[in-house]
């Protein structure tokens, strides 16, 4: 007579965080995953020093608050959200976002503003891109690959915190309707659409 017991089921294993060191530039609509660390820093940087453009990045917490950080509300390190913004560069080609503690966050989208006063111009031309560094020796950049002369707004790159050991980091380029200083809006589930969030003007 068989023995009725079904065999154990094995759990499945955990993927362990790659900690291979890497340097790599995200091809259009690309996902990577890295080691989720203890500070992850994320800049934007632009190469035409006389072209202001500003870094926003929208955050959703793990208890659902959702926000962002940008040059009138820096953030805190210390409490929520975690999220601290160097500052307004005014031009200086480059602006920097630190996320001091990755296990409070769900999701981050980075997305790039240029101020009314730059005038027309193609974000792809500026060189602007996103660079996301876990210090621990694993940097990804999501560089521009479409020419928008008529955007005031560029979502660049998205992260995903919800794994316990990595983050996923994925290339988005998305880009407002023409004219439109309507900012992205991210979700509590990590969705985001363009042209949802409220009118800046600089």
Known sequence: QSDPT?????????????????????????????????????????????????????????????????????????????????????????????????????????????????????FKSMKAQAVVDNQLGQRITSPLYEKNRLAYWVAIAHIDFTDADNINVSHVERYSKSGSEHSPELYADGLFEMDRGVVEFK
């Open 6 to 122: 079904p065999p154990p089921i094995e759990a499945p294993k955990k993927e362990k965080p790659n900690l291979e060191k890497m340097n790599i530039n995200l091809k259009k609509k690309e996902s990577i995953s890295i080691a989720k660390s203890n500070k992850i820093v994320a800049t934007l940087e632009w190469a035409n020093r006389k072209k202001d453009l500003d870094l926003y990045c929208f955050y959703v917490l793990k208890n659902g608050d959702t926000g962002k950080v940008y040059y009138r509300s820096m953030g805190n390190a210390n409490q929520k959200p975690f999220i601290t913004l160097d500052g307004d560069s005014r031009g200086a080609g480059k602006e920097t976002i630190v996320i001091h503690d990755p296990s409070k966050l769900k999701y981050v989208l980075f997305a790039a503003y240029s101020a009314v006063s730059n005038g027309i111009g193609s």
